[in-house]
């Protein structure tokens, strides 16, 4: 998965991108989330929500493609008037081809009812999708389009604030037309998803940052070239109790090697200080190679 997203970004390979992850989330929605009555938020949400609600007027209720794309639209068109053509972007492709998506994809159940199954599938399955389409820089319009035109106006608060509060909106409609047990499960889904495309976006090959503080410096960072062919860092510092001089070393290493570098500094100076910390990801050589943009 990280050679998948440290391909270049060439524009053919980006659509592409966008295409699949509309296509899974589609898919997420229309044979996962809609078979149960699930609303996790968002223009696709409030799409489920309409099309139970306008089941007694039209049979089978309003398509979800088609109440995705109506939504959208005149939030597109005022995102064009307020913020130009530049902001929209990719999101209206995106937004586009998710309505596609809804129209192709047949009506089929994968879940059979399964609430658990549905909750953690669907969302790793969104997670995933939100992922690619945000890695290729767009969106699927919606509430997120509608979080940046309000903070135009309640500029004291961010995107992320006013989103999750229309998404809560939504969740609470959900919650008064199909009950408590479903809502229940979308916000399980919520968080999941979310999980799942930060993980996407920031990186999945996870590895270990060490500062090491030590007398022995020189000793123990040519044995960590040597031993664990990793690069290491001299970082001036100065004890604030003893007021001494001391040179700190840092250097980053992968998951397994973190045991070996603690025996190492352990070997060379028993009374060194060693503090370890997550990376979420690296970028660079030995680890993830930098993508050209």
């Known amino acids: 998965m990280e050679r998948f997203f440290s391909y270049k970004r060439k524009p053919l390979f980006i659509y592409l991108v966008i295409v699949a992850g509309t296509g899974l989330l589609a898919f997420a929605i229309k044979c996962i989330f809609d078979q149960i009555s699930m609303v996790t938020g968002g223009f696709t949400g409030l799409s489920i929500l309409l099309k139970e609600l306008t089941g007694f007027f039209y049979e089978g209720g309003i398509p979800l493609w088609f109440a995705n794309l109506a939504l959208n639209i005149p939030v597109f068109l005022l995102a064009w008037k307020i913020k130009g053509k530049q902001f929209i ?10 309505s596609l998506w809804l129209y192709i994809l047949p009506e089929l159940d994968f879940v059979g009812g399964d609430y ?89 090959k996870f590895s270990k940052a060490a500062y090491i503080i030590t007398d022995k410096y020189e000793e123990i960072a040519k044995r960590i070239m040597e031993t664990l062919d990793r690069g290491v860092t001299g970082l001036e510092g100065r004890g604030m109790y003893s007021g001494e001089r001391k040179c700190m070393l840092y250097c980053v290493v992968s998951k397994k090697q973190i045991v070996l570098l603690k025996e190492l500094v352990h070997q060379i100076d028993r009374n060194a200080f060693v503090i370890v910390g997550d990376v979420r990801e690296v970028l660079g050589e030995g680890f993830i190679e930098s993508s050209e943009h």
């Open 89 to 98: 972007g990719r999101t209206a492709i995106a937004t586009a081809l998710l």
């Open 116 to 204: 658990i199954l549905a909750t953690v599938f669907g969302g790793v399955l969104s997670g995933v999708s939100m992922g690619m389409i945000l890695w290729a820089n767009a969106t699927t319009g919606g509430t997120e389009m509608v979080a940046s035109l309000v903070q135009c106006k309640l500029k004291h608060y961010s995107v992320a604030q006013i989103m999750q509060v229309l998404d809560g909106m939504v969740v609470l409609v959900g919650l008064y037309v199909f009950g408590l047990r479903p809502s229940m499960y979308a916000i399980v889904t919520i968080f999941i998803s979310s999980k799942v495309t930060d993980t996407i976006l920031e990186g999945m």
